[in-house]
């Protein structure tokens, strides 16, 4: 599926995980999402950074797993978000950068599996509509263009 290799996965889950997950929270998985959490349940890229048009870097931490014996899980993630009222409830995180931003992806009609980067830095009152930056029209493309990120 990917020419990036996805390490350290969670538990495997199955179709039924999926399917009480959008009955929760209301939203109805992209196919390219259904199939990356079917095949990925969480893990990280091995190559994690993600160049944008303008040369800004955003780095891939890990993937937020459906499901997760110890610690965050997607489920717990959307509960917080929506509680807060933070994000735009057509987007829905699948992982995260080291300072708490997010990659999310679109459930919207209109352009439904684009990946989205959340800078959640926002000041009260700001409309955090204008802090999301469109990568990728798809999870695939976006997997495969991470390249290598240096760390010093």
Sequence with gaps: MYSNKILGTKANIVET???ELEKEHKFKFPSTMREHYLLYNGGYPEKSLY???ESEEYVVDYFIP????KGRNLSGILRLLNDEKV???WLIPFADEAGGNL???SISEKDNGAIYYYNH????GDNPE???VCLSESLP???????ECDDE
């Design 130 to 132: 204008n802090l999301i």
């Design 51 to 53: 160049v944008g048009d």
């Design 17 to 19: 995980d999926l399917l």
């Design 87 to 89: 994000i735009p409830n």
């Design 141 to 147: 493309d976006f997997i495969n263009s991470l390249v």
């Design 121 to 124: 830095e926002f000041e009260y």
């Design 66 to 69: 459906v499901k997760n014996e």
């Design 103 to 105: 990659f999310c992806f």
